[in-house]
């Protein structure tokens, strides 16, 4: 079988990842999390992971991981991920294959890069949990419980913790584990991830700055301020000093709404009454 089979075959197998994926969105939109249904829909993922792991552990041994992400983004339609990609991008395997492969890279610095990246996603999940059950956010529940999934779906490490049960509240963040000596680089790895990212959705905050545009544009400013407040907690001294002042500036403009300014403010309590801990 050359290579396009082997990709379609797995393609094929994402799809239907996808639709079970958004199937369990269903049913939680529903309140039916205890259903039959949903119990179906919970173990097919188990079964087709499994499948896509066998079929990615033979690619990779044949082909360079380079030309396994070459061969997938030449199938890629819209010209970038996006936070809600699950539900509304059509090509989201592509995406899904992509971090897959990431993970797979074996590099000190990806490793690194790909353990921040899961760190903020367990701090986005409990912001997530804390939300969605809150009725002041109910307008918006929908496209949170979307995003919940949307983590899930593109983090193999949060994948595995959720299809196995071992998702829990009590945050064990391993970040710290690449801070040494032995890896200097983690300093731009942080600078990218950490403060890059954080600009990106302040800059986001204050050109969408509307909180009764839609019930989308909402969403996307709280699913911002989880994603700025949960790279806070990540970050030493010298990067937070490198957001912490933007972050203080959008507090203080005057083209910033209080509703705005009030949502950030209600945030960060939630965030203080989170329990997380660095593992050692």
């Excluded at 249904?37 to 991981?65: D, G, M, P, V, W």
């Excluded at 912001?127 to 009725?135: A, D, G, H, K, R």
């Excluded at 991830?193 to 009764?212: A, G, Q, T």
Aim: aromatic share 10%.
């Amino acid at each position: 079988m050359v290579l396009e089979e082997y990709i379609n075959l797995l393609l094929n197998i994402e799809a239907q990842i996808t639709e079970n994926y958004l199937a369990l969105y269903t049913g939680e939109v529903l309140n039916k999390t205890d259903s039959l249904e949903y119990e179906e829909c919970f173990k097919n993922i188990i079964e087709l992971t499994k499948k896509e792991t066998k079929i990615i552990s033979h690619l990779t041994e044949q082909f360079s991981l380079n030309t396994l992400k070459e061969e997938i983004l030449k199938r890629k339609y819209s010209p970038k991920e996006i936070p809600l990609t699950l539900g509304h991008l059509v090509d989201a395997e592509i995406y899904r294959l992509f971090h897959l492969f990431e993970h797979l890279t074996g590099d000190d610095v990806y490793d690194y890069a790909n353990t921040l990246k899961t760190d903020i996603n367990h701090l986005m999940l409990n912001f997530l949990n804390e939300l969605i059950n809150n009725p002041y956010y109910a307008s918006i529940r929908n496209e949170l419980i979307l995003y919940r999934y949307n983590l899930i779906y593109m983090d193999p490490y949060l994948e595995n913790d959720f299809l196995y049960d071992m998702l829990s509240t009590n945050i064990s963040l391993e970040a710290d584990k690449y801070r040494t000596e032995e890896l200097p680089s983690h300093i731009f790895v942080d600078k990218s991830i950490l403060v890059l990212e954080s600009l990106d959705f302040i800059e986001y905050i204050r050109s969408h700055d509307d909180l009764n545009n839609s019930s989308n544009t909402y969403a996307l400013i709280v699913i911002s301020v989880i994603n700025i407040l949960s790279r806070l907690v990540l970050c030493d001294e010298e990067t937070l000093n490198l957001i912490y002042d933007d972050l203080v500036a959008l507090l203080d403009a005057e083209e910033i709404s209080i509703e705005t300014k009030n949502l950030i403010t209600s945030l960060q309590t939630i965030l203080k009454n989170m329990h997380f801990g660095w593992s050692r």
